[in-house]
C-alpha cells in the first residue's frame, strides 16, 4: 500500500517568517494530495488540495506544491501569523480505492511572535 | 457547511466493555471513516464504508467492528475494550468514490479505557 512520510516532526518559525512542510509517497498512482489543519482540541481542517494534474496551487498565503516524477509535496505557508500554530498533515489518496487516504504522521508548528 | 458530529468528546470505560463510539453526518455523504490518532503515529485507518451495511477493513481493525445500517451514520464498536484502545478516535465523511475527494472530520472523542 502508499506509505507517506512527513518531514520535519516540529517546526518553529518567527512571525512574519515563511513555513515549509514536505512529504514524500510511494506509489506512484496517488492522485489527490489534501493537506489538513489540526488545532487543539479539534478535528482536522482542510485547508488546501491538489490533484496530480496541477504542479502549484495557492490560496492566499498557503500553497502547495507538486513533483509528480519525485513522488514529494510541499505545504508552504507565507507571513507566518499565531493563529497558525497547529499541527499539520499531508495525505495521498489511493486512486484503487477512491477516497482511502494515507495520512503524513504530522507537523506540529509553532509561530513565535 | 459539511457537519460532522461526534456523539462524544470525552469518554472512559473499563477494560472489558463494549464500547459504542457514534457519528453522523449531515451531507448525505457516501463514504464514512474511523481513525484513531496516536501521538508520532499520525492518523490510521479502522474502518471505512462506502454505502449503507457496506464495511472494508482500514489497516488496523483487530479489536473493532462497524455498523453503518443508515446513510447518515456510523458506529465504531470496540467489542472487549482493552488498555491499548485509549487514543483519540476521528469519524469522517466524503463524497463519491473515484477520483480524490477531500474527507471532513469530527472533533474527536477522546476514549480512555481504564
Known amino acids: 500500500g502508499e506509505n507517506v512520510e512527513q518531514h520535519p516532526s516540529t517546526l518553529s518559525v518567527q512571525e512574519g517568517d515563511s513555513a515549509v512542510i514536505k512529504c514524500t509517497y510511494s506509489?506512484?498512482?496517488?492522485?489527490?494530495f489534501p493537506w489538513y489543519k489540526q488545532e487543539l482540541g479539534k478535528g482536522p481542517q482542510l485547508i488546501i488540495d491538489?490533484?496530480?494534474?496541477?504542479g502549484e496551487k495557492k490560496d492566499q498565503r498557503i500553497a502547495v506544491t507538486l513533483n509528480k516524477t519525485a513522488k514529494h509535496f510541499s505545504l508552504h505557508i507565507t507571513e507566518t501569523q499565531p493563529e497558525d500554530s497547529a499541527v499539520y498533515f499531508c495525505?495521498?489518496?489511493?486512486?484503487?480505492?477512491?477516497?482511502?487516504?494515507?495520512f503524513g504522521t504530522g507537523t506540529s508548528l509553532t509561530v513565535i511572535p | 457547511d459539511v457537519k460532522v458530529t461526534q456523539s462524544s468528546r470525552y469518554l472512559v470505560k473499563r477494560t472489558g466493555e463494549k464500547v459504542f463510539l457514534e457519528c453522523v453526518q449531515d451531507?448525505?455523504?457516501?463514504?464514512m471513516f474511523w481513525y484513531r490518532q496516536d501521538p508520532g503515529l499520525g492518523l490510521r485507518l479502522i474502518y471505512f464504508s462506502y454505502d449503507v451495511k457496506m464495511k472494508e477493513k482500514g489497516d488496523i481493525p483487530e479489536g473493532y467492528s462497524v455498523s453503518r445500517e443508515k446513510k447518515e451514520r456510523f458506529s465504531l464498536i470496540l467489542e472487549s475494550a482493552s488498555t491499548n484502545q485509549t487514543s483519540m478516535y476521528l469519524c469522517a465523511s466524503s463524497q463519491d468514490r473515484g477520483l480524490g475527494q477531500p474527507q471532513h472530520f469530527g472533533d474527536g472523542t477522546r476514549l480512555s479505557i481504564l
Open positions: 495525505a495521498a489518496s489511493d486512486p484503487n480505492t477512491g477516497n482511502q487516504f494515507y
Open positions: 491538489i490533484r496530480s494534474n496541477v
Open positions: 506509489d506512484s498512482a496517488s492522485n489527490y
Open positions: 451531507m448525505d455523504h457516501e463514504n
